[in-house]
């Protein structure tokens, strides 16, 4: 049976991407030994280590004036790494939250700087982006950051905040590498490994070069991004295998085409969830149009006594992980770039098929 | 040919440890998937890290008065996290010097708070463990730090440091799980996985649970020990890969009949490695025989024009990685656990006919 793994991360990778991972594990790139066990010092990885920046800033069009740094500790450490690297106790950071996430980064950023929100910050479940006059944002600010794809919610952005010059950055997690944009419009992004880019264990940082370094605060050197600037991420023993992952999936990128590619696909398989969606009485999904997510697509049924009876016949069928996060309920598929059109199809089918013999 | 790792670290994995990463790729645990796409949320990867736990718990003897918690970034991080969470700048920390890595763990925690050191700090090669009179170290200093192993020089403690009553914090990264010790005598022991535990990206963290959570310091969630303690290091996503093949390390260490009887096969290696070296004229070890490592063996060519052909031909006899740290010069045999007694006897015939052609 064909499985179809809709995690919301960690994630499904493609099936090319796992036989290459099996294909070097007793030998990779001639070294007899599997990378997990190469020295991070040898050449074959620093090789390996260079391809990737390369790779990266060549699918997504990085130029020089960035940095780009591999760091551990998942997207929530980029929640204080920001303010403590970029702001102060005096400064002020702007946040527009429009979901769990954005609410996390902003509460965590508050310890170490006065924040203020666009959006009024509360347990509600998040249907849209927020709306605010960008000519009344402190212009002084030292970043505005907002989270570009909201997992539990399925609230996407598809413009680009309005800052009034202040410098922009954004929580890329989940969308990352799944759509074009253009790098110039940020001074920083941010994004964990393990939705679009490979595993767990690693989050990679793009940062404009002026912004690093220039901080009073005392900073932690595993926690100021000079230190991975100035060494290319290997001060220390990086998280390897998570490194060599992440090569592989922007390998498997560049040979679907590249993001524009991948972007035309992604719009395909979220379009046609959401137009099945859309046309049942029997399932459900409350984002405003306007802002549904293309990588994460939560969808309720309207009688949800059938939740459970759906996840245990999806997960039968093949369909794994199609529980909605705790927080909000209901389904979610996260249909992330490893998932194909043919996973789509195989949804759309089982739902199809479940409201018809249970609507 | 077989290929035998002496690499410092990330460092080599027991075969059958590679061989069940190989036999789980596509599907772990009846999910259907690989443990890297499963969701740390899910009922599969809570039981295998709770087996992890149970078993850290087991094979070290580590009681409930202690937490053990898994954090990224290496031990690096923790050369930061520990002065942040147990002292402050007004405290007082006490460092043992015996090679690199505690001279980097000093230079740190000097940023944020009081420290001493027991040994002049400079760039000397360290030969041997510091000695001091513990009863004139500060009795309210909030900890004591040593180093149980020094990987670049190979000097290691085989004793217990007298502390005059201070709690006792170790970096036990290239020796934890190779000998018998007892953590009680420890308030806090820590250690990066990619020796002996697994592949890098996460860290082992043993803990006094009444240490955690006490500091009145500003410190970021992501690397304040309350948060990994609290939630067993589930707070965000973790390194899970890193995490699964630690269990897997750990299994294979139980399978081998515990530490004790590892211990006795890691004293059979370093004896049969030093015994070699010193009845040879044409090789040499520089450290005081009451602390050399059992882990890591630096040695010297007495000629040293010779030590680039040393290297080339022992590469290609399948002996990867034995080039010392460009801070000592010569070669190095790291033969943590996953080496066995045969790559010793290869290593040592290599040793043997090289000495004999070039002699």
Redo the contacts between chains.
Sequence with gaps: ?T?Y?F???????PLTV?QQ??AE??DWNG????V?????R?QEFKDMADENEALARELLNISDEYAVMLI??????Q???LP?NISSKQGEAIYAINGHWGKQALK?AG??TQVSSTAKVNDEVYAGIPSYDDNELNAKADYFHYTSNETLEGVQWHKLPQTNGIPLCCDMTSDLLTREFDVNDYSMIYA?A?KNMG????TFVIMKRDMIGQSTN?I????DYKTYADTRSF????????WY?MLLMLRWVKAQGGVSTIQDINQAKSSQLYAFVDQSDFYLNKVDPNCRSEVNVPFWLHDESLNQKFLSESADA?L??LKGHMAVGGMRASIYNAISLAGIDALVDFMQEFERTNG
């Design positions: 049976m499985v793994n995690s919301a991360g960690p994630a499904a990778l796992k991972i099996e594990l007793y070294t007899g030994c599997s997990m066990e190469v020295s991070h040898s551990p500790g998942g997207a929530r450490l929640y204080s790494m403590i965590e310890r170490f964990s393990q595993i767990a264990g690693i005392l932690p050197t595993m926690t001060y220390n023993t990086p998280p390897t295998f998570p992952v093949g794994k992980a």
